[in-house]
Nanobody
């Protein structure tokens, strides 16, 4: 059964860097677009799209709020992993970060409703 697992979250100081990973054990992810989303503390009903990448990694989109600081990439080879690279993090980046797969299409979609399979999230806390 396909299960997505996010990792790499933790406590980081403002201005620091962090890389989140999204993978699935025993399940190739190379045919699926992937999105990264975040849910801030106290905003359980709001899940913001942060980034997406198409199945082959040739198209990426980044939210304006993190553009220039976050990037998304993927390794469709042995690592079978999608990454969210975060730099110059700010306290407002504190959130639970989720990755999700679009099982239907191969393009990068922005709407969370387009994604079918979600991980459980990894928490990022930006604090001095």
């Amino acid at each position: 059964q396909l299960q997505l697992v996010e990792s790499g979250g933790g406590l980081v100081q403002p201005g620091g860097s962090l890389t989140l990973s999204c993978t699935a054990s025993g399940w190739p992810l190379d045919r699926y677009p992937v999105g990264w989303f975040r849910q801030a503390p106290g905003k359980e009903r709001e899940r913001d799209t942060i980034a997406c990448i198409n199945s082959v990694g040739s198209v990426t989109k980044i939210a304006d709020s993190v553009k220039g600081r976050f990037t998304i990439s993927r390794d469709n080879g042995v690592k079978n992993t999608i990454y969210l690279h975060m730099k110059d993090v700010r306290p407002e980046d504190s959130a639970t970060y989720f990755c999700a797969l679009d099982l239907i299409d191969r393009v990068c979609r922005w709407e969370g409703e387009s994604y079918d399979k979600w991980g459980r999230g990894t928490q990022v806390i930006v604090s001095a």
